[in-house]
């Protein structure tokens, strides 16, 4: 994905982005709870459930931070972009190859940390 690709989303999901931080600490504060309270059947739920909320929502909250056009931290007429545009453009270019592969390894991974749980069960 390029950062123009981001930079398309990030200015949808910019005005949503307390909601995004929100749901991220709501699904931290659920995944630590279900390890303190000790129910595993709980905290296989949990991690099922939680986790990908937390990764997908911390990961689209840090595109709308990183890559929204007028405001964001990698853009063009940031500090980063005026003082050191080809530094930017690779940092810009790392962080879109990042995000997705952030998402895909926060939804994949509860995923199959779940069937190894229940299949070693």
Do not use: D
């Amino acid at each position: 994905m390029s950062p123009h690709f981001w930079e398309s989303k990030a200015a949808q999901l910019h005005p949503y982005r307390w909601w995004l931080g929100g749901a991220s600490l709501v699904a931290f504060l659920a995944v630590g709870a279900s390890g303190v309270l000790g129910n595993r059947i709980l905290a296989i739920a949990t991690v099922a459930i939680a986790m990908p909320v937390l990764v997908s929502a911390w990961g689209l909250l840090c595109a709308a931070l990183w890559f929204e056009p007028t405001r964001g931290t990698l853009r063009s007429s940031g500090w980063l972009g005026r003082h050191m545009p080809p530094i930017n453009t690779v940092a810009r270019w790392c962080a879109a190859i990042f995000l997705p592969l952030f998402l895909a390894a926060g939804v994949v991974g509860p995923i199959w940390w779940v069937f190894n749980v229940v299949r070693a069960a």
